[in-house]
Nanobody, 128 residues
């Protein structure tokens, strides 16, 4: 059974930091792209960041560049999203996703529906 377990969300003041974790089970990260999307109330899912150690690929949305860092611990089958300098507009439910192959190379990494597995979300709330 494939599972993606996201955790680490919470309430933080603007300028603060949080680290999200995505623990995967039922598959290994080999040949997968692991990513984070977010969804604010009334909005569509938007891609935040993704990583594929197999292909040496990494992506950040413009609105998080320089503030967020994605890392992968293949031994623990866990991907982390370190979020710093948080802004109220970062408030959203953050979802962990996994997709086979190098989705960034295929230009599909920002398409939520192109991933194969989706975890439950974790709420991030940034107060002003």
């Amino acid at each position: 059974d494939v599972q993606l377990q996201a955790s680490g969300g919470g309430l933080v003041q603007a300028g603060g930091s949080l680290r999200l974790s995505c623990a995967a089970s039922g598959f290994s990260f080999d040949d997968y792209t692991i990513g984070w999307f977010r969804q604010a109330p009334g909005k569509e899912h938007e891609a935040v960041s993704c990583i594929s150690d197999t292909y040496g690929a990494e992506y950040y949305a413009d609105f998080v560049k320089g503030r967020f860092t994605i890392t992968s611990d293949d031994a623990k089958n866990t991907v982390y999203l370190q979020m710093s300098s948080l802004k109220p507009e970062d408030t959203a439910v953050y979802y962990c996703v996994a997709g086979r192959s190098n989705l960034q190379h295929l230009g599909l990494h920002t398409d939520y529906d192109r991933y194969d597995y989706w975890g439950q979300g974790t709420q991030v709330t940034v107060s002003s």
